[in-house]
């Protein structure tokens, strides 16, 4: 099956799911589409189980050729972060900057730690062995947050804007943390160099050195923009800075998220204001809008199929139903202990632990680097308990945080 023949089937899907959910569910679109393919996907297992189809091997083999690691980590994600940021307002997030980098810097850390730590001691109670490390690993991948699906339903429910602006900026830029975690770990896996000195250089590399190529780059588009007004030309410009640099970072060994959400901020905020004309910024907000829905669209199709690569057994069904406490009390952790010392942040942030811990939905990310691991019998257990977490969060938090946040909306 062709590239092409495969984006159609997609799309299709797609546009099917995103009909039946809005005739019929009518739920947030990203919940709707996931819920509607994992149903499909359950009743494809089902009707295989009991010999009347033969269909989850095709729908195998198609999500073989999509390679979700690859498409989300090596592309989509680039252009996903690249569109939130540029609605992002950069003077809300310098006024919120302390608690957006403490959630996104120590308080993945601490999930990472508390997740793997854990999972260490639970998958050993259900029979399923595991070592620490791949505990970790799986600390890493399901520690990043996804604003996709909750900040809709936030701006729904009118909760406080210092929420918003917190999870927003904490999804964006702990997306490249914990990426960055979990490639350290990998190389402690592969054997390589797993020295503290090397894991520092290895963050600043990353971390540091993507936040400062994402400023170059997102200056030279700035200029670029300034030179001329055309509006066509000027929604290229931001579309070659997110591929062309999206590839540019990863050549660098620079962390390409972070760049790209660096280079979203300065384009989405002084290119908007000093960049561009009125025509301009209604066209690239137009556009960018438009393709930040349909890759959301599909990508929350994949991670709904993508459950018929899973392989159940009693064991992983318990391990997966028991790790969805585990993380919610890992982020309760993180997200307490740094707003504990933060007492001017909690006065104004009515509810913030409640809402940042419900509010911290997973996604695509961690679904996308369980994949990732190389196979083994470690990569199944990680892949099955990520699901269970990734599911109950986007289905069960996703549909009920309105409900969380209605009494702290703003008046």
């Known amino acids: 099956m062709s590239d092409f023949e495969v984006a159609s089937i997609l799309i299709s899907l797609t546009a099917a799911f995103a009909y039946f959910n809005a005739r019929v569910l009518r739920l947030p679109s990203a919940i709707g589409l996931m819920v509607t393919?994992?149903?499909?996907?359950?009743?494809?297992?089902?009707?295989?189980?009991?010999?009347?189809?033969?269909?989850?091997?095709?729908?195998?083999?198609?999500?073989?050729?999509?390679?979700?690691?690859?498409?989300?980590?090596?592309?989509?994600?680039?252009?996903?972060?690249?569109?939130?940021?540029?609605?992002?307002?950069?003077?809300?997030?310098?006024?919120?900057?302390?608690?957006?980098?403490?959630?996104?810097?120590?308080?993945?850390?601490?999930?990472?730690?508390?997740?793997?730590?854990?999972?260490?001691?639970?998958?050993?109670?259900?029979?399923?062995?595991?070592?620490?490390?791949?505990?970790?690993?799986?600390?890493?991948?399901?520690?990043?947050?996804?604003?996709?699906?909750?900040?809709?339903?936030?701006?729904?429910a009118r909760a406080p804007r210092s929420l918003e602006v917190t999870i927003t900026g904490e999804s964006m830029f702990n997306d490249g943390v914990g990426v960055v975690i979990f490639l350290g770990i990998s190389a402690v896996i592969a054997g390589g160099d797993v020295s503290t000195q090397s894991m520092a250089r290895l963050f600043v590399q990353e971390a540091i050195g993507g936040a400062l190529f994402g400023l170059v780059l997102g200056y030279i588009g700035f200029r670029l923009l300034r030179s001329i007004d055309q509006y066509s030309v000027e929604i290229l410009i931001t579309l070659a800075m997110v591929l062309g640099g999206y590839v540019a970072a990863e050549q660098l060994h620079v962390s390409a998220p972070i760049a790209a959400v660096t280079a979203g901020l300065l384009v989405g905020n002084?290119?908007?204001?000093?960049?561009?004309?009125?025509?301009?910024?209604?066209?690239?907000?137009?556009?960018?809008?438009?393709?930040?829905?349909?890759?959301?669209?599909?990508?929350?199709?994949?991670?709904?199929?993508?459950?018929?690569?899973?392989?159940?057994?009693?064991?992983?069904?318990?391990?997966?139903?028991?790790?969805?406490?585990?993380?919610?009390?890992?982020?309760?952790?993180?997200?307490?202990?740094?707003?504990?010392?933060?007492?001017?942040f909690r006065k104004r942030a009515p509810g913030a632990i409640k809402l940042l811990t419900w509010g911290g939905l997973r996604g695509g990310i961690s679904v996308a680097l369980a994949l990732s691991i190389a196979p083994g019998p470690e990569r199944n257990v990680i892949l099955v308990i990520t699901y269970f977490v990734v599911v109950f969060s986007i289905v069960v938090q996703g549909t009920t945080l309105g409900r969380v946040a209605r009494p702290y909306a703003r008046s």
Not at 112 to 137: I, K, M, R
Not at 138 to 144: D, E, K, N, V
Not at 293 to 316: K, P, Q, S, W, Y
Not at 319 to 327: E, H
């Open 37 to 156: 393919a994992l149903a499909g996907s359950a009743v494809v297992l089902a009707l295989d189980g009991v010999g009347v189809t033969e269909v989850a091997p095709r729908v195998e083999a198609l999500l073989d050729q999509v390679n979700l690691p690859d498409a989300l980590l090596h592309g989509m994600l680039g252009v996903l972060l690249f569109a939130g940021a540029l609605h992002v307002d950069l003077s809300d997030l310098k006024e919120f900057s302390v608690p957006i980098g403490v959630l996104a810097l120590f308080g993945t850390a601490v999930s990472t730690a508390a997740v793997g730590g854990a999972s260490y001691v639970l998958l050993d109670a259900v029979g399923l062995p595991t070592p620490f490390v791949y505990c970790l690993l799986f600390g890493a991948l399901i520690s990043p947050t996804d604003p996709i699906a909750v900040l809709g339903i936030l701006k729904a």
């Open 270 to 344: 002084h290119g908007r204001a000093f960049a561009m004309s009125e025509t301009t910024r209604d066209h690239l907000d137009t556009f960018w809008e438009l393709i930040d829905e349909i890759l959301n669209a599909v990508l929350f199709l994949i991670i709904g199929l993508e459950v018929v690569h899973l392989r159940l057994t009693t064991d992983l069904i318990v391990a997966g139903l028991a790790a969805i406490p585990l993380v919610l009390v890992a982020r309760l952790l993180s997200v307490a202990a740094p707003i504990a010392v933060m007492p001017k």
